[in-house]
């Protein structure tokens, strides 16, 4: 296993009074692209400023590229190795794009003016217009092009790609995977779009109120979670399955289905004892693993 | 040559590129010695993490469909295996052909005869556990 980038365990945080982190764990290895996926308030912007050290958690510890993000002084050198695009993407107004970039490079000395061309011409951005004429896409764009061309080996994305159209996140999903597998870089991005962490991550993390509910390389995911649907030639049993992973279960007529976290076979075993009439293995979506995984509104 | 994978399947994304890949080949579409993208550019083209399409290229490399040479890239295995394979599929086929067959006259349909085979897949589906 490669050695991780970003290592969270057991965040805590509250603000006045109102529980953002409940116990939050995150591992991001070294040159993955992490997927921070849950709904709106899930906690996932507090475990972000927390790992950039804008905030300080209440308990629990978060540790990126083996220094405490707690520490000033820990906390300022690795924010010197990250490149960081917050939600609200927050540019100064009224420089251009060129002067904005020129702006930016001079703060760092690994600057890559190679990249910087390449993505002012692949993001189609205008380098006499001012920052507060862009389009928000545009906005984007510019933030992106500023965190990539810095030469961090940590990119934190929060929110990317929402107020994008589908032309636009699929520019920005291309400039993250080419230079990911151009550079030593390793991203986490938090997201409420399932599609962008499906295309583009290799490691999910998938948050419910604070806390992390499922976690792991994706290809993993897919593999153990699944829905066992058993068919039977009458009305189906009111069975329930005690064996390890077995999620909830669901019975409509001769159907009973069956999700599972852990493979089918602890499940499949348990069907073929009712007596069924038939029993099948249907893979899970990362959409249905995400509803199935995080509480229902309310 | 290789088209996007469908991120939204239940199927992981390498498993995807892997079948295409396989899938040229039976074609005749990529022939022993034949040249695949590199990682990066591939990753590009199909907009999907460049772990991704290492781990496909591993795997086949692993199964002897693609040789994997260093610094110059992956090639479609010029070994038997790969033709090996392309007879062993000559072979599956006229016995999915003689189920199909046998199927039909027993008055399924082919939607019905679709869902039984992938629902047999599913189900006896392993997962790979090998990591690199």
Redesign the interface.
């Known amino acids: 296993?490669a050695e991780s980038i970003v290592e969270v365990a057991g965040l805590h945080k509250a603000y006045g009074g109102v529980e953002a982190l409940r116990g939050l764990d995150l591992q991001v290895p070294a040159?993955?692209?992490c997927g921070l996926l849950g709904r709106n308030g899930a906690g996932k912007t507090t475990a972000l400023k927390i790992l950039l050290g804008a905030t300080r958690p209440d308990g629990g510890a978060a540790h990126v590229f083996g220094l405490s993000a707690a520490e000033p002084a820990a906390s300022v050198e690795i924010r010197r190795r990250t490149g960081f695009v917050s939600e609200e993407k927050d540019l100064y107004p009224v420089m251009t794009v060129a002067e904005i970039v020129r702006f930016t490079a001079a703060f760092f000395p690994l600057w890559r003016h190679d990249l910087q061309e390449r993505y002012l011409r692949r993001f189609d951005l205008p380098p006499e217009r001012k920052v507060r004429a862009l389009s928000r896409g545009m906005r984007t764009k510019l933030a992106l092009l500023l965190a990539l061309c810095r030469g961090a080996e940590l990119l934190v994305l929060d929110e990317p790609t929402s107020d994008l159209d589908p032309a636009s996140v699929?520019e920005v999903?291309?400039a993250l995977?080419?230079h990911?597998?151009?550079e030593e870089l390793t991203v986490l991005f938090s997201t409420h779009q399932i599609?962008d962490v499906?295309?583009?991550?290799?490691h999910v993390a998938i948050v419910d109120r604070g806390r992390t509910v499922v976690a792991g390389p994706?290809?993993?995911l897919?593999?153990?979670f699944?829905r066992v649907r058993i068919v039977f030639d009458g009305e189906a049993p009111a069975a329930t399955f005690d064996v390890p992973g077995a999620g909830r279960v669901r019975r409509e007529g001769r159907v009973l289905s069956v999700l599972s976290r852990d493979?089918?076979d602890p499940v499949?075993a348990q069907a073929r004892a009712l007596g069924p009439s038939s029993?099948?293995?249907?893979?899970?979506?990362?959409?249905?693993i995400f509803l199935e995984s995080v509480a229902g509104e309310g | 040559m290789l088209n996007r994978p469908n991120p939204s399947l239940g199927v992981p994304i390498y498993l995807q590129l892997m079948e295409q890949v396989k899938h040229a080949i039976e074609t005749g579409a990529l022939r022993p010695g034949d040249q695949l993208p590199g990682i990066r550019t591939l990753a590009e083209e199909l907009v999907i993490n460049s772990n991704t399409v290492a781990k496909a290229y591993r795997e086949l490399q692993h199964e002897g469909v693609l040789e994997l040479r260093h610094g110059s890239g992956a090639f479609v295995a010029r070994n038997p295996r790969a033709g090996r394979m392309a007879d062993a599929l000559r072979a599956a086929q006229s016995l999915v052909a003689g189920a199909v067959e046998r199927l039909r006259e027993r008055g399924v349909t082919d939607d019905e005869i679709r869902r039984l085979f992938e629902a047999e897949l599913a189900r006896q589906r392993r997962p790979v556990v090998r990591r690199g």
């Not at chain 1, 499906?198 to 290799?202: L, R």
């Not at chain 1, 099948?280 to 959409?287: D, H, S």
């Open positions: 296993m040159g993955a692209i699929e999903l291309q995977v080419s990911v597998a151009s599609a499906e295309q583009i991550a290799d994706l290809d993993d897919r593999s153990s699944c493979g089918a499949v029993v099948e293995v249907l893979p899970l979506t990362l959409k249905e």
